[in-house]
């Protein structure tokens, strides 16, 4: 199996085929496949061409349904319906987000960690939003040319923001033209377990630091804390594995104690409301997998939280 550097270090960087940046793929790969499911709860238009101009061998197999193996083997078709439906459903609860806050008149909104999320195209937003994309330069700089490659023009104003979040990214996002004043809307989708513990608390004190009156914040925790994450890494990478993926980003996720972001984000003047994940599959239409086959989600919850 293919390994990428498992050992994270403060200054490690990466591109859309390596270490974090393949999670991202990854993640596209999932919303490619749920997006063409029968019944779909997303549409990503832009997932499977973007797979493809990274390259990756297995996720542009798959993306192009040249995985046999999925289809002839009972326990892998299920395993990828598990992963489809699960990044399908985290992906609709952001969706709903944005344009929530949307529909409240936010018009500034950030996505941090942006990777392949292409909702700076794909969404219906209101004229005059500002959407910022911040991720790593690599990142950005491939991102920016495969989508004019394709042709994609965004659906609001979009500005991508290249810096790592282990930087000073206010400063940055501040620089292309971000108010800290007016109301935002964030998200921090699938990012906080590739940070460290005390990234994970600067991250959310440099958002409420940017944050107007009226801003929204969306992400997810895991409450269970007595499961390490890099044995939840472990059994997400396996998963794939099953499938026959052979790249190994299972030394991607860190451990250690972190605070808990329902309570880190209250003692900030947050007001926080939280649903669990097993709710947003009932009320998306899709069964919850109650068995051992997902059990690191099991007690996922996600979070929206308001700045008065």
């Known amino acids: 199996m293919t390994s990428f550097d498992s050992q994270r270090s403060s200054g490690d960087t990466w591109d859309l085929a390596s270490s974090v940046g393949a999670t991202a793929t ?14 779909p709860i997303i549409e990503d238009e832009f997932a499977a061409p973007l797979v493809r101009a990274v390259g990756l061998d297995f996720f542009t197999r798959l993306v192009n349904g040249q995985v046999p193996e999925v289809t002839t083997d009972e326990s892998r078709a299920r395993d990828l319906q598990l992963m489809a439906d699960s990044i399908a459903v985290r992906t609709r609860f952001f969706d709903e987000f944005f344009l929530d806050a949307a529909r409240a008149g936010v018009r500034q909104s950030v996505i941090l960690a942006a990777g392949l999320d292409a909702r700076g195209y794909r969404l219906p937003w209101p004229r005059g939003t500002v959407v ?9 700089e491939f991102k920016n040319s495969a989508m004019s490659a394709l042709g994609a023009t965004p659906s609001a104003h979009r500005k991508a923001v290249s810096i790592d979040l282990r930087d000073d990214w206010p400063a ?5 033209g ?56 472990r059994a997400f990478n396996e998963r794939w594995a099953n499938l ?12 250690g104690e972190r605070s808990n972001v ?17 709710e947003l599959y009932t009320g998306y239409g899709r069964v919850f997998p109650d068995g051992d086959e997902l059990a690191q989600l ?7 939280a308001i700045r008065d």
Not at 26 to 39: C, D, G, L
Not at 172 to 176: H, M
Request: hydrophobic share 40%.
């Open 172 to 176: 940055a996002l501040r620089r292309s």
């Open 26 to 39: 990854m993640v596209a790969a999932a919303r490619a496949v749920a997006s063409e499911q029968h019944n």
């Open 244 to 255: 026959g993926c052979d790249i190994d980003l299972s030394g991607l996720f860190y451990d």
């Open 178 to 233: 971000f108010e800290p004043t007016r109301a935002t809307a964030w998200s921090a989708e699938g990012l906080l377990m590739y940070l460290p513990p005390d990234a994970q608390d600067r991250l959310f004190d440099n958002i409420t630091a940017l944050s107007g009156p009226g801003s929204r914040l969306a992400t997810e925790f895991h409450p269970d804390s007595d499961v390490p994450m890099s044995q939840r890494a």
């Open 298 to 304: 099991r007690n996922i919850v996600t979070i929206t």
């Open 132 to 140: 910022y994309e911040v991720d790593q330069p690599k990142v950005i």
């Open 262 to 278: 329902i309570d880190y984000l209250t003692g900030k003047g947050w007001q926080v409301s939280t649903r669990p994940r097993r």
